[in-house]
Structures are given as structure tokens and as C-alpha cells.
């Protein structure tokens, strides 16, 4: 885990490295201190030794001045590096997810991405600041602090080794009792941020059927969970501080016995004695230190396994070495194809499907909610792979294209339509980044989306927000379409992509797509009859099987399902 969020690090290894040298710099100024504190009251100020005074409160400046610059210094460094090394990160994370299949990504909830991308790089970011600049201090200041107290006088600093086992137990012993209950508090992160993203996207219906009150209230339990997880965990990490005092103020009391005894006996000098006393504080409160780290590593480490676990899934689609890079035509066959998304072949989305569909041909698929027909179409472009069986486009099996060539020969509408905020421009490049005012006119044209853009003031350069919530859903599917279009594609997948459309504007963008696109292979999912009923031929898709594939004409003769919604739709308008 360690070996892999390091090489994150990449460019910011050296201010990771003058870090920790500026640190060691500033430890040992600061372990210098009070030697040259003892030598300045014992020979300097009780031997009235007005030169020794100058000498070294001159050195106490020097030394004093050098810890501070170092200090400063490794706290910029420390600073850029760990605010480089969360973005790279952040940005490793962010490309591996866009490498990932829609398998990939329905392992993870899209709320559980967005935690780990921002709360978790967070956490981890702030225990490499302090593993490269206290962790490094901490332990340096310990082993320099209790060299100089044993230099000093080896009685007394035997002190500090039955004091640092007890404390150092006490803090493990809390931080210990801390982790489990921090975990706890990033499952509950995921759940607040599922919550909030739920109830944006659902704003409109939460508004429609009044449940502000009750999304208010749920929200607040999330939060209020939050706060009694983490308050749990704070409460035990509390106990760090008395611990800290007691040990402190038991050492100082213990120093000050056998030292006021040993000065009586000439065995200590006063000045001796102050820097033992310093070292108390340097000894003690790098051990507190070391138990904060130890604490935030937990914390962190809990995050890192949540990072890692994006950044180790593979995606289980990708190109073949020497792909082939040209898609020749829209023919597209399906041979024995079987496909499951949880990879049980006792749960198969789709069975045995042997489809022959030629270059040109207008389909239509039709059949019932959850029979599968987004899943077949899902399969030409490999936003799925078959579990068995082999997809071919123009005659080549669809594993052997590189993704990005045959991806951009399958312009694909979605289901679900998709639009970014920015003018209707950048949202139409999307389909060809360098597509020209005149090639978006046109596919606007085509898809029935030109009519209501002139209407706008600002008409291409009109801006859509997020999602496209300044436009009618029967717009934002037009607008889908034209972008798709730009693709020039060989095959384009209409899923249910008209619904929002009147049948008017149906009929006539499915005349211009034929009129002006006779050679690409155009499948239209739909609900409606009227969508499909002028289709060279139609798919009838039930329970995840091909129950019959033939001409509108010849399918009102023979299947049952077909005639089943034909009369349904069309019952009383004829």
C-alpha cells in the first residue's frame, strides 16, 4: 500500500527530502539550547564570568536564529510536498476512474468515488505532512534530547526510562481504543455524501411531493451519527493530554527530589539541572507527538486502503495489442450471445442471442421494462464484454478494435441524457472537439434542435447549467442527438432517446437521420410503436431473449408481443 501511494509522490521528492533535512537542523539547535543554557548560568552568571555571558547568549541567538529558519523552511517544503503529493493523488485516482468499464465503476457508489477523492486524499494528505516533518522530528528529538540528558548526568536520566515504557503504553493503549471508532466515521461519510447527492439530483421531486421536512431530518440523523462517532473517537483520543501532564509533572517532581540532593552533594550544578528539566519537556513531548502521528497514521491508513482500492481495480476492458484501428462498415452480428453482470451464468441478462443486422438498416428493439435491450446495445461498443459468445462490427470481432476508434464509430444516446454546463457549443464538441459553427448547425438541424437555439438570445452560444436544467427534457434529447451525430459514426443507438419528444418531432428527426444518414445503422430502443413501425425491421426482446426479429409488417402477423402493444398504442387512433 505504502510502495503504491509513493509513487504519487513523483516530482515532489526533493521538498520531501529538504523537509526532513531542515527538521534534523532544527532538532539538533534545539537539543544545543539547553547545553549551552547549563554552561552559560554555571560558568557565565554563578561564576560571574561577565565574557562567558556574551559568548553564550551570543550562541543561544545563533543557535536559536538557525532553529527557527530551519523550521520555517521545513515547514514550507512539508507543506508543498504533501500538497503535491494529495494532488498527484487526487489526479491518479481521477484518470483511473475514467479508464474503468461500467463494471468497474458499479463496484463502487458514486458518493463512495467522490469520499475518497476528496475527504480520504485529505486525511492522507495531512499524514504525510506529518510523517515527513513530526514524524521525523519527533523521534530525532527524542534520541538527541536523551543523549544529552545521559551526557549530562546518567542518575538522573535513568529517570526518563521508566517514565517513557509507561507513557509510551498509555498513548499506544488510546490510539488503539481510537481507530476502530474513526473507520466507523468514514462509512458514515459515504452515507451523508449519498444522501446530499441524492437529494440535489432529486431536488425537483423532493419540492414536488413537500419532503423538505423529512430530507432535512435525514440528513440531520446522518450528521448528528457523524457527530457522535467522532466525538467518541475524540473523547479517547483526549486522554492523550493528562496523560501527557501526569507523566511530565511526575518526572519534574522525581528530577527535582534526586537532583536538589545530588546539587547538596556537588554531584549537579544548578545549570545542569535546567537543562535536565528541558529535556523533560523535549523527551515527553515527543513521545505525545509520536502518539498524535500514530493516531492520524490509523486514521489515515483507513483511507489509504479506501485510495488503493480505486487505484488497484482493473479495468477488465481494454484495447488489444496491434488493434485494429478502422471500423469498415455498420454490419453488426451477435453470435451466441450470453451476458450476466454479476458473471453467474444462473443470472443472465441476456441468452443465446444470434442477431444479423446489415449496414444501413433502420432497427427497432422493442420489449418490456427490464427485458435488456439497453444491455444489447451496450454490448456493440463494449461498454460491456459477453460473458460468451462474440459481438462482431463490420465483420470484425468488437475485442479487436481499439476502444477509442470503435467507441467513436458507435455514437450512443442514452438512456439517460447527459449534459455539462457550458454553452451548447462545448456541449455539442463533446462529439468532435473541432467541429466547426456550421457542422453543429447542421446536426442541430438534423436532430430538430436548430427551431427552439434560434429562439435563444444568445442562441449557440446559449449556457446550460449542470445537467442541463435550463431545458426542456424533449430539448435535451435533441441536443444528445445532434451531439451524437457529430461523431459521424457508423452505428447510431437511439435508447429510448425520443421519449420526451413529441410524435411529430420523432417522426421527422427519424426522416432526416434516414434522409441524410442512409449508410449508417441506426437502432432505436423505444416504448413507442410509432418509433419503431417505419423500421426496416424490428427486435422483440423479452425476459432477456430474441423472441422474434422481422419486418413491422410481418411481426403484426406472428408475435404475440408485438401485436400486444401495436393495439395497446394504437387502440381508438385509427
Same mark, same amino acid.
Given at each position: 500500500?505504502?510502495?503504491?501511494?509513493?509513487?504519487?509522490?513523483?516530482?515532489?521528492?526533493?521538498?520531501?527530502?529538504?523537509?526532513?533535512?531542515?527538521?534534523? /537542523?532544527?532538532?539538533?539547535?534545539?537539543?544545543?539550547?539547553?547545553?549551552?543554557?547549563?554552561?552559560?548560568?554555571?560558568?557565565?552568571?554563578?561564576?560571574?564570568?561577565?565574557?562567558?555571558?556574551?559568548?553564550?547568549?551570543?550562541?543561544?541567538?545563533?543557535?536559536?536564529?538557525?532553529?527557527? /529558519?530551519?523550521? !520555517?523552511?521545513?515547514?514550507?517544503?512539508?507543506?508543498?510536498?504533501?500538497?503535491?503529493?494529495?494532488? *498527484?493523488?487526487?489526479?491518479?485516482?481521477?484518470?483511473?476512474?475514467?479508464?474503468?468499464?461500467?463494471?468497474?465503476?458499479?463496484?463502487?457508489?458514486?458518493?463512495?468515488?467522490?469520499?475518497?477523492?476528496?475527504?480520504?486524499?485529505?486525511?492522507?494528505?495531512?499524514?504525510?505532512?506529518?510523517?515527513?516533518?513530526?514524524?521525523?522530528?519527533?523521534?530525532?528529538?527524542?534520541?538527541?534530547?536523551?543523549?544529552?540528558?545521559?551526557?549530562?548526568?546518567?542518575?538522573?536520566?535513568?529517570?526518563?526510562?521508566?517514565?517513557?515504557?509507561?507513557?509510551?503504553?498509555?498513548?499506544?493503549?488510546?490510539?488503539?481504543?481510537?481507530?476502530?471508532?474513526?473507520?466507523?466515521?468514514?462509512?458514515?461519510?459515504?452515507?451523508?455524501?449519498?444522501?446530499?447527492?441524492?437529494?440535489?439530483?432529486?431536488?425537483?421531486?423532493?419540492?414536488?411531493?413537500?419532503?423538505?421536512?423529512?430530507?432535512?431530518?435525514?440528513?440531520?440523523?446522518?450528521?448528528?451519527?457523524?457527530?457522535?462517532?467522532?466525538?467518541?473517537?475524540?473523547?479517547?483520543?483526549?486522554?492523550?493530554?493528562?496523560?501527557?501532564?501526569?507523566?511530565?509533572?511526575?518526572?519534574?517532581?522525581? /528530577?527535582?527530589?534526586?537532583?536538589?540532593?545530588?546539587?547538596?552533594?556537588?554531584?549537579?550544578?544548578?545549570?545542569?539541572?535546567?537543562?535536565?528539566?528541558?529535556?523533560?519537556?523535549?523527551?515527553?513531548?515527543?513521545?505525545?507527538?509520536?502518539?498524535?502521528?500514530?493516531?492520524?497514521?490509523?486514521?489515515?491508513?483507513?483511507?489509504?486502503?479506501?485510495?488503493?482500492?480505486?487505484?488497484?481495480?482493473?479495468?477488465?476492458?481494454?484495447?488489444?495489442? *496491434?488493434?485494429?484501428?478502422?471500423?469498415?462498415?455498420?454490419?453488426?452480428?451477435?453470435?451466441?450471445?450470453?451476458?450476466?453482470?454479476?458473471?453467474?451464468?444462473?443470472?443472465?441478462?441476456?441468452?443465446?442471442?444470434?442477431?444479423?443486422? *446489415?449496414?444501413?438498416?433502420?432497427?427497432?428493439?422493442?420489449?418490456?421494462?427490464?427485458?435488456?435491450?439497453?444491455?444489447?446495445?451496450?454490448?456493440?461498443? &463494449?461498454?460491456?464484454?459477453?460473458?460468451?459468445?462474440?459481438?462482431?462490427?463490420?465483420?470484425?470481432?468488437?475485442?479487436?478494435?481499439?476502444?477509442?476508434?470503435?467507441?467513436?464509430?458507435?455514437?450512443? !444516446?442514452?438512456?439517460?441524457?447527459?449534459?455539462?454546463?457550458?454553452?451548447?457549443? #462545448?456541449?455539442?464538441?463533446?462529439?468532435?472537439?473541432?467541429?466547426?459553427?456550421?457542422?453543429?448547425?447542421?446536426?442541430? #438541424?438534423?436532430?430538430?434542435?436548430?427551431?427552439?437555439?434560434?429562439?435563444?438570445?444568445?442562441?449557440?452560444?446559449?449556457?446550460?447549467?449542470?445537467?442541463?436544467? *435550463?431545458?426542456?427534457?424533449?430539448?435535451?434529447? &435533441?441536443?444528445?442527438?445532434?451531439?451524437?451525430?457529430?461523431?459521424?459514426?457508423?452505428?447510431?443507438?437511439?435508447?429510448?432517446?425520443?421519449?420526451?419528444?413529441?410524435?411529430?418531432?420523432?417522426?421527422? /428527426?427519424?426522416?432526416?437521420?434516414?434522409?441524410?444518414?442512409?449508410?449508417?445503422?441506426?437502432?432505436?430502443?423505444?416504448?413507442?410503436?410509432?418509433?419503431?413501425?417505419?423500421?426496416?425491421?424490428?427486435?422483440?426482446?423479452?425476459?432477456?431473449?430474441?423472441?422474434?426479429?422481422?419486418?413491422?409488417?410481418?411481426?403484426?402477423?406472428?408475435?404475440?408481443?408485438?401485436?400486444?402493444?401495436?393495439?395497446?398504442?394504437?387502440?381508438?387512433?385509427?
Amino acid at each position: 500500500m505504502i510502495k503504491k501511494l509513493s509513487k504519487s509522490i513523483r516530482e515532489y521528492k526533493k521538498e520531501s527530502i529538504l523537509s526532513g533535512l531542515f527538521i534534523t /537542523i532544527e532538532v539538533i539547535m534545539e537539543v544545543l539550547i539547553p547545553l549551552i543554557l547549563a554552561y552559560l548560568i554555571d560558568d557565565g552568571i554563578n561564576a560571574s564570568n561577565i565574557e562567558v555571558v556574551w559568548i553564550s547568549s551570543g550562541q543561544l541567538i545563533i543557535v536559536a536564529c538557525i532553529s527557527l /529558519i530551519s523550521g !520555517v523552511l521545513a515547514s514550507k517544503y512539508s507543506a508543498i510536498a504533501s500538497a503535491g503529493f494529495a494532488k *498527484n493523488l487526487r489526479q491518479d485516482m481521477y484518470f483511473k476512474i475514467q479508464d474503468y468499464s461500467f463494471s468497474n465503476i458499479d463496484k463502487f457508489t458514486s458518493s463512495s468515488l467522490v469520499t475518497r477523492l476528496t475527504t480520504d486524499i485529505s486525511y492522507i494528505q495531512n499524514a504525510y505532512m506529518m510523517i515527513i516533518r513530526t514524524a521525523l522530528r519527533s523521534p530525532f528529538m527524542l534520541i538527541f534530547a536523551l543523549t544529552s540528558a545521559f551526557f549530562i548526568n546518567k542518575k538522573i536520566a535513568l529517570i526518563y526510562l521508566v517514565v517513557i515504557p509507561f507513557l509510551g503504553f498509555s498513548l499506544f493503549l488510546i490510539a488503539n481504543r481510537a481507530h476502530p471508532r474513526f473507520k466507523k466515521v468514514f462509512e458514515t461519510y459515504d452515507e451523508l455524501n449519498t444522501d446530499v447527492q441524492e437529494n440535489v439530483r432529486g431536488i425537483r421531486v423532493v419540492k414536488s411531493y413537500v419532503k423538505e421536512e423529512y430530507e432535512k431530518q435525514k440528513f440531520g440523523r446522518i450528521s448528528k451519527l457523524i457527530y457522535d462517532r467522532f466525538s467518541k473517537a475524540e473523547k479517547i483520543v483526549a486522554w492523550n493530554q493528562p496523560v501527557m501532564q501526569f507523566s511530565m509533572y511526575a518526572c519534574i517532581l522525581a /528530577i527535582a527530589f534526586f537532583a536538589s540532593k545530588m546539587i547538596v552533594g556537588g554531584e549537579l550544578t544548578t545549570g545542569e539541572l535546567t537543562s535536565l528539566l528541558s529535556y523533560t519537556g523535549q523527551i515527553l513531548s515527543s513521545l505525545m507527538m509520536l502518539s498524535m502521528i500514530y493516531v492520524m497514521t490509523i486514521i489515515s491508513a483507513t483511507s489509504a486502503e479506501r485510495v488503493c482500492e480505486v487505484l488497484d481495480e482493473k479495468s477488465d476492458i481494454k484495447s488489444k495489442e *496491434n488493434p485494429v484501428m478502422n471500423v469498415k462498415n455498420g454490419d453488426i452480428e451477435f453470435k451466441n450471445v450470453s451476458f450476466s453482470y454479476s458473471k453467474n451464468k444462473n443470472k443472465l441478462a441476456l441468452k443465446n442471442i444470434n442477431l444479423k443486422i *446489415n449496414s444501413g438498416e433502420v432497427i427497432g428493439i422493442i420489449g418490456g421494462t427490464g427485458s435488456s435491450k439497453s444491455t444489447l446495445v451496450n454490448l456493440i461498443n &463494449r461498454l460491456y464484454d459477453v460473458n460468451e459468445g462474440e459481438v462482431l462490427l463490420g465483420g470484425v470481432n468488437v475485442k479487436e478494435y481499439d476502444l477509442e476508434v470503435l467507441r467513436d464509430s458507435v455514437s450512443v !444516446v442514452l438512456q439517460k441524457n447527459v449534459l455539462f454546463s457550458g454553452t451548447i457549443i #462545448d456541449n455539442m464538441r463533446w462529439g468532435k472537439k473541432d467541429a466547426t459553427l456550421d457542422e453543429i448547425k447542421h446536426v442541430c #438541424d438534423l436532430a430538430c434542435a436548430s427551431e427552439f437555439i434560434e429562439k435563444f438570445k444568445e442562441k449557440y452560444e446559449y449556457v446550460l447549467d449542470q445537467g442541463g436544467t *435550463n431545458v426542456s427534457g424533449g430539448q435535451k434529447q &435533441r441536443l444528445c442527438i445532434a451531439r451524437a451525430l457529430l461523431k459521424n459514426p457508423k452505428v447510431l443507438v437511439l435508447d429510448d432517446s425520443t421519449s420526451a419528444v413529441d410524435t411529430k418531432t420523432d417522426a421527422l /428527426i427519424r426522416k432526416n437521420l434516414s434522409k441524410y444518414l442512409p449508410s449508417v445503422t441506426k437502432l432505436i430502443i423505444a416504448q413507442r410503436i410509432a418509433s419503431v413501425e417505419n423500421a426496416d425491421r424490428v427486435i422483440v426482446i423479452d425476459k432477456g431473449k430474441v423472441v422474434d426479429f422481422d419486418t413491422p409488417k410481418n411481426l403484426l402477423k406472428n408475435c404475440d408481443i408485438y401485436k400486444e402493444v401495436y393495439n395497446s398504442q394504437k387502440k381508438g387512433v385509427e
